[in-house]
């Protein structure tokens, strides 16, 4: 789920250009609209200006530089739109008026700049684990194996699985910031 360039990203034809922008937009939907409620604070609102923002989005495709986070571009154009409809309607109650909900869009952004790096150097020290400790967390996590089919599938006892599972947690744990200090950089 994440966002992040594509090697053959540079290669797209105007059409797989254009199905790869669809892909974006629909997979980043729930974060853009959860972004914008949390800026509106109305449920029923938040979809009309999804709504808007999904059609910005479309009219300015072009101006996405495929190969860099859509996330952060998708935000920005979406605190355009919640600003734009705190001012045209500014005679229905909100609970955010357009100076707060700038500061909070502000706070929102840098949390997903944030937590996209985490998500960088996550997927960044996954890859440099050894092949069965990377295993062992794909069946746990993104399989949703329980720790006692983990176990059978490994022939070893359950709690040789948890402490398995701890050490590379705490391993990925400590990767996650010494590269969250030093840039990225290993």
């Known amino acids: 789920m994440t966002d992040r360039p594509r090697p053959a990203a540079k290669r797209l034809t105007a059409e797989s ?36 923002t999904n059609l910005v989005l479309w009219r300015r495709k072009a101006d996405y530089q495929v190969g860099k986070p859509f996330l952060p571009w998708a935000f920005g154009i979406a605190r355009l739109q919640v600003l734009s409809n705190l001012r045209d309607k500014r005679r229905a ?5 357009a100076d707060v909900a700038e500061l909070v869009s502000a706070e929102v952004e840098t949390e997903a700049e944030r937590l996209h790096e985490i998500q960088s150097a996550l997927s960044e020290c ?40 701890m050490r590379v947690r705490r391993q990925l744990a400590e990767c996650i910031e010494r590269r969250l200090a030093t840039g990225g950089a290993s």
């Open 126 to 165: 996954l890859s440099s684990l050894p092949e069965k400790r990377r295993q062992l967390i794909q069946d746990r996590y993104f399989e949703s194996q329980t720790i006692d089919q983990i176990a059978n599938s490994m022939s070893q006892g359950s709690s040789n699985v948890r402490v398995t599972l």
């Open 93 to 97: 109650p909100s609970l955010l008026d």
């Open 17 to 52: 250009a254009e199905e790869h922008f669809v892909q974006l937009v629909t997979e980043h939907q729930p974060r853009i609209g959860a972004y914008i409620q949390s800026l509106l604070g109305d449920a029923n609102r938040a979809a009309d200006v999804l709504q808007e």
